[in-house]
């Protein structure tokens, strides 16, 4: 039986990955990161929106800032790649749509990368940034991890860390297609085999050994979500494709946070390929996704007015981007 056709941009731009890499298997780290940032191609240049390289906390990252968006409101964005590939490069575009709906300004974290920087090298990053927005004044109802695929692992994770470090916890947390099984034996890793063109089974392997051979188990709750308790969460949004090879993590999430009690909103993308947000601005789905989430963010906000927004600074060199 022939594999199935792409029938979207982001699931030819997989398809091309996989060629490339099933071709040279041997393909070096350093390679599969730059072939990973052109993750971008998939999103539409979102209009009235600016980029400005900064770090928050010591870790370095894209400042995105849609025209009259809140200063006050912030997403701190963890991208995803198997917490070893993608950068604030391949996500900023996709932070830009999903700011600009939600009426916020979006820090896309250059966390330290797999291997170079072991678990929880991630996650302390995520910590770091978050401390440093409190002590610049922002309130934790106004921030908002962000995180897909691994992100959304490290959007999980760095939320469970604030609450264990007795820091105030944020407001909510969005996850879209989060990766989540450290056991790599999630039931669709094998059913969604055929209508997923980028997660398998081996890649998912390399990429765990990558972050947590050497430095914890796949059960540590820290690093595999689907250990962690749920009691007291912040609200979640999880977004995933029925399609894609990952969906079982974001159906044990949905049951473990609603059993925690946790308001959980669970958005089901059908027939769409792993992280279909970045289709942003070049499919109505993904389009649909970004509004969804954004009345979700907007339903937990309150009318109250704020002066002096404060300034997020640790700024290096600063930069605009160019369609």
């Not at 939600?102 to 920087?117: I, N, Q, Y």
């Not at 969804?292 to 981007?321: M, N």
Request: proline share 7%; aromatic share 8%.
């Amino acid at each position: 039986m022939s594999s199935p056709t792409p029938t979207d941009l982001l699931g030819e731009i997989y398809s091309q990955w996989i060629d490339e890499i099933t071709k040279h298997p041997d393909m070096s780290l350093r390679l599969l990161r730059i072939i990973f940032d052109d993750w971008q191609r998939a999103t539409a240049e979102p209009e009235d929106v600016s980029y400005r390289h900064t770090s928050i906390g010591g870790v370095p990252g894209i400042l995105v800032t849609p025209l009259e968006s809140d200063p006050l409101q912030v997403q701190i964005l963890m991208h995803g790649g198997g917490f070893a590939l993608g950068s604030s490069a391949s996500h900023r575009k996709l932070a830009g749509h999903l700011a600009k709906a939600c009426g916020t300004v979006s820090f896309v974290a250059d966390f330290r990368l797999a291997p170079e920087h072991k678990f929880p090298a991630q996650i302390e990053d995520g910590v770091s940034i978050y401390r440093a927005l409190l002590e610049q004044g922002y309130r934790p109802e106004d921030i908002t991890p962000v995180g897909d695929s691994a992100g959304g692992n490290l959007a999980i994770s760095l939320t469970m860390e604030l609450g264990a470090l007795g820091l105030p916890l944020p407001g909510q947390v969005i996850t879209m297609s989060p990766w989540l099984n450290m056991h790599n034996d999630g039931v669709t890793i094998e059913t969604n085999d055929a209508t997923d063109f980028l997660i398998a089974r081996e890649g998912l392997l390399a990429n765990i050994d990558r972050y947590i051979d050497g430095a914890t188990e796949p059960t540590n709750p820290r690093a595999n979500p689907l250990y962690a308790d749920f009691t007291g969460f912040p609200r979640l949004y999880i977004c995933a494709a029925d399609t894609e090879s990952l969906f079982d993590d974001s159906v044990r999430l949905n049951r473990r946070a609603l059993d925690a009690g946790v308001d959980v909103t669970f958005s089901i993308g059908h027939g769409m390929q792993h992280v279909y947000p970045f289709l942003a601005g070049r499919h109505p789905r993904a389009d649909e996704e970004i509004q969804l989430i954004a009345e979700w963010y907007r339903a937990s906000r309150t009318a109250e007015g704020r002066q002096g927004a404060p300034e997020l600074v640790d700024t290096t060199s600063s930069s605009t981007f160019q369609n």
